[in-house]
């Protein structure tokens, strides 16, 4: 009788068993194909990148600067740029008064082209010799200075997020030699309480080589004091007129490329 019951559980437990595992039995996976990871629309615009010979912008490009006048650009205390124009360049205008000047649009996320040289003859040290800047969203200076066999406080040589991060590599070009930045520039986005949601990031490159690498910005970059954060939208891009004096230092080529 025992015997009885132990095969009759045993043959219960093996119908459950029987039925559990018809339960499980599940669709076999597809195989993969190539084509199950592919997608082909929407196809990114076309843009016809510029031409290596004449250095000229992309085809998408807003054109700060070409050659010909300042008509993109303003004093950002109000008025005309009072920078000159001089044989197709942008020569800083050193005048008492002159300032800074700004793009008359203003920018979110971006792509910015620009290329500056600092005068053959240039004299002066530290940050007395070819300094200038140019201010993302009008607020975070990406530093301009003649950074050629002339150290200064690293957080304030050509490239660096002025008083907060040195360049990786200093690469700058000799006193009279075209240097070029490519600036890629994320925008913050800000708490509702005034903070950073997420801090504004920066690519820097100098003549084809990387200063900055996706880099925190993290504040104002302040001449005295340490950054400070203040919430804002999109800005203009503004380069810096310094009252050091050194001879003037100039800017030519200058696009950009909202992101
Ligand atoms: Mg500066």
């Known amino acids: 009788m025992k015997k009885m019951m132990v095969l009759s559980m045993a043959a219960f437990l093996g119908l459950c068993f029987t039925a ?3 339960e499980k039995t599940y669709p076999k996976q597809e195989p993969m194909r190539p084509g199950m990871s592919e997608y082909w629309t929407p196809q990114p615009k076309i843009v016809t990148p510029g031409d290596a010979k004449t250095n000229s912008a992309p085809s998408d490009a807003i054109v700060l600067f070409d050659g010909k006048d300042l008509s993109q650009w303003e004093n950002p205390r109000g008025g005309e740029a009072k920078w000159k124009v001089e044989n197709g360049v942008i020569v800083v205008n050193k005048e008492r008064g002159a300032g800074d000047i700004a793009t008359k649009e203003k920018f979110g996320n971006f792509q910015l082209h620009i290329e500056w040289c600092v005068p ?3 004299e002066g040290t530290s940050q007395s010799r070819g300094n200038s800047g140019v201010f993302l969203q009008g607020m975070y200076e990406v530093q301009i200075l003649d950074s050629y066999e002339n150290e200064t406080y690293v957080n304030g040589m050509a ?7 040195p360049p990786l590599v200093n690469v700058m070009r000799k006193p009279g030699e ?3 930045y490519d600036i890629i520039y994320t925008a913050p986005i800000f708490n509702p309480d005034g903070t950073y949601l997420y801090r504004p990031r920066v690519t820097v490159i100098q003549n084809g080589v990387v200063l900055q690498n996706n880099v925190e910005i ?3 970059t302040e001449y005295i004091g340490f950054p400070k954060v203040t919430p804002h939208g999109d800005g203009p891009i503004v380069l810096q007129m310094h009252g050091d004096p050194s001879k003037p230092i100039s800017f030519r080529n200058i696009w950009i490329r909202k992101l």
Do not use: F
């Open 20 to 22: 559990n595992a018809q």
């Open 120 to 122: 053959k003859d240039i």
């Open 159 to 165: 490239g660096s997020i002025y008083k907060q991060t």
């Open 178 to 180: 075209w240097n070029v």
């Open 218 to 220: 993290l504040g104002t």
